[in-house]
Structures are given as C-alpha cells and as structure tokens.
C-alpha cells in the first residue's frame, strides 16, 4: 500500500450536480496530482497542487477545481456534472524534485453520473 | 507533442511462459522519465520502475526487466514466467522535465490475462 487514500470509493450523482473528492497524500510528500481515467483508457492528468498552489493543468475545464490544504490533502471539485464525467478518478501525491518524481497513486473515487 | 503508444491492446498467455509488453513513446524534450504502472482490478495504479532519458541501462527486478532504447524511443517491459498474479492492465507512462510539473502521459494501457 502506498498509504494515499481517497474517499469516496464509489459514488453517484445525477447531471448537472456538484461533487467533492478527497485525497490524503502519502507522509511526507508536498505535492498531489489528479487524473481521471475513463473505462478502457489510460489516466489524463487533471491538475497538480502544490504547496495549496494550482501548479500545472491539463486539458479540462474550469468546472473542475481543486485545493490543496497545510497538511497537504486535496480536494477535487467537479461543478455541473456531465454524463462524461464517469470515470475513476485517481490521486496520486509525490515529493516535489527537479522533475519525473514518483508518484504514488491511491484507490481512486468511481464516479457515475446519471 | 508528447505522446505514448501501447499498440497492444490485450495479450493472453499461459502460465511460465514470457510476455514483452510494448512502449513507443514521442517527446521534444531531452530530459524525461519513463514509468510503468500496473492496475489490477482493485484500480489502484502500482508503481513498478522509472528511468531516466539519460539512463539507458537496462534493468531486471526478479521476474521483470526492462529494455530502454532511445534510438527507437522504445521502453519495452518483458515479465518472464509469468504467473496468474501478472494479470492486470499495464500503463506505460511518460513525464518530462520542463514545466517541473512531473505531470504523467500515460499510454492506452495493455491489458495482460496469464491463464492457468
């Protein structure tokens, strides 16, 4: 176990609804990163949080938020929620080094949207 | 553009036998990292190597090793004798240096069934 875990495991929501997703990141690690994988394909990096500062983002859009708290947990908010919007979503954190750190990923949230 | 490919999508073997799993990737940068990941049914991502662009060596870790080839941007990951426990979906994954983000680009995945 890498001790990153998420909550909820599983979870679902109609269109149109809001959804908040937890992660707390492995001990001693600073930076945590969000990626959503739909069914059958690799995961697609989100957003990357460090030091509670957004630091890189991927192709999605605003609706999907994020913060990043003193003790290094995250959060991963999803407004208005769309159909494609069904994935699991993943959280992995890592220890900030001059780039290509490990990264350490939890369960994952399994997010169905109806 | 940074792009990985897994060409396979699924492969099947039988128990003891090898199996090579395939990565080509594309980057502009000439600093990056490659990275395996496996994902049994539970979802969660496995961390299995990183390299680094500038480490061409080859690497075995009991039953796994690795073969990097910059000359054909290639990182394949060969299991040998493999078992039931080897059955999972495999990521290959990119991150490069610039941006310091160590954001992952992750390949479709191969999803491996080792039968009995």
């Known amino acids: 176990e890498t001790g990153v875990t998420q909550s909820p495991t599983h979870l679902i929501k109609t269109r149109g609804q809001q959804v908040t997703l937890r992660c707390s990141s492995q001990s001693g690690h600073n930076t945590v990163s969000w990626y959503q994988q739909a069914l059958g394909q690799g995961p697609q990096f989100i957003f990357q949080y460090y030091r509670e500062e957004e630091n890189g983002r991927g192709n999605f859009p605003p609706r999907f938020s994020g913060l990043q708290f003193p003790n290094y947990s995250s959060e991963l908010n999803v407004n208005a929620l769309e159909l494609d919007d069904s994935a699991l979503y993943l959280c992995?954190?890592?220890?900030?080094?001059?780039?290509?750190?490990?990264?350490?990923f939890g369960p994952g949230t399994r997010l169905t949207v109806l | 553009a940074q792009k990985v490919t897994q060409a396979q999508t699924e492969i099947s073997v039988v128990e003891k036998e090898d199996v090579t799993l395939d990565c080509v990737y594309e980057t502009r940068d000439t600093t990056y990292y490659l990275f395996w990941y496996k994902q049994p049914p539970s979802g969660e991502l496995v961390f299995l190597i990183r390299?680094?662009?500038?480490?061409?060596q080859n690497e075995i870790s009991g039953r796994y090793s690795w073969n990097f080839q910059k000359s054909t941007s290639s990182f394949n990951f060969t299991i040998t004798a493999s078992q039931v426990v080897d059955s999972a979906v495999y990521f290959c994954a990119l991150s490069e240096d610039s941006g310091n983000t160590g954001k992952l680009i992750f390949g479709q995945g191969t999803t491996l069934q080792v039968k009995p």
């Open positions: 992995a954190s890592s220890l900030r080094l001059a780039g290509g750190p490990e990264q350490f």
């Open positions: 390299r680094n662009s500038f480490d061409e």
